[in-house]
């Protein structure tokens, strides 16, 4: 029977993801105060440290000096242990299967970021780290006649990984972010991305974040 030389599989035992990209997007509950005091300390310390001062990736808009996590405010702190919590996660998430426990030591670099209405941000990289992330804090009231309007966007590195003849897959080689308040993003350091430009009323507030890892012998 010709069948039997062409039977039904499972498609799913013969695949292997090589070449995997993991990015994460977690949504933090309660985060309605957090934000609010989030919000309240940056804009305080954009006044205090003036207008541009650190230029990075950010074509117009204003960034922070790069020691935000250090920041007394009790609202930075809290920040701060969500950032470690999603590191640790996916770092045990990945060595799941390896039998073993692992322990590791997370170094931190953190900093502001506020757009208004025209300000982006320009396709880049975060070098010298493993992973890299942002928590977003407010999106401003949005053009929503705009489109992409202060959304990230990520870009496969891979050269002609945009050879792709069908689109709505995990091998589309841009995908879209939506700077939803209390969302965390979290993605290799290497990953291309960019802010499209925020047009509207009000300030797009996010922090960003790099983060080192050390396992613990
Ligand atoms: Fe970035």
């Given at each position: 029977m010709a069948d039997d030389l062409v039977p039904d599989f499972d498609i799913r035992k013969s695949i292997f993801m090589q070449f995997a990209t993991h990015v994460v997007s977690h949504d933090w509950p309660n985060?309605?105060?957090?934000?609010?005091?989030?919000?309240?300390?940056?804009?305080?310390?954009?006044?205090?440290?003036?207008?541009?001062?650190?230029?990075?990736?950010?074509?117009?808009?204003?960034?922070?000096?790069?020691?935000?996590?250090?920041?007394?405010?009790?609202?930075?702190?809290?920040?701060?242990?969500?950032?470690?919590?999603?590191?640790?996660?996916?770092?045990?998430?990945?060595?799941?299967?390896?039998?073993?426990?692992?322990?590791?030591?997370?170094?931190?670099?953190?900093?502001?970021?506020?757009?208004?209405?025209?300000?982006?941000?320009?396709?880049?990289?975060?070098p010298n780290c493993m992973f890299s992330g942002v928590y977003y804090v407010t999106r401003g009231n949005p053009d929503s006649g705009v489109p992409h309007g202060g959304l990230l966007e990520m870009l496969d590195p891979r050269e002609a990984a945009n050879y792709i003849q069908v689109t709505d897959t995990v091998l589309d080689a841009r995908v879209f972010f939506e700077n939803k308040p209390g969302r965390m993003l979290?993605?290799?350091?290497?990953?291309?991305?960019?802010?499209?430009?925020?047009?509207?009323?009000?300030?797009?507030?996010?922090?960003?974040?790099?983060?080192?890892?050390?396992?613990?012998?």
């Open positions: 985060s309605d105060a957090l934000n609010a005091e989030l919000r309240e300390v940056v804009m305080a310390r954009e006044a205090e440290e003036g207008k541009n001062n650190f230029v990075r990736s950010n074509a117009g808009g204003w960034q922070s000096s790069g020691n935000l996590i250090t920041w007394k405010e009790p609202c930075i702190d809290d920040l701060r242990r969500r950032i470690e919590k999603l590191v640790t996660n996916l770092l045990q998430e990945l060595i799941r299967d390896m039998g073993k426990n692992r322990s590791f030591e997370l170094y931190i670099d953190s900093w502001a970021n506020i757009n208004r209405s025209g300000d982006y941000n320009v396709v880049h990289t975060h979290l993605w290799p350091s290497w990953v291309k991305h960019m802010v499209h430009p925020h047009v509207g009323e009000g300030e797009r507030i996010s922090i960003a974040f790099n983060v080192n890892v050390r396992e613990r012998t």
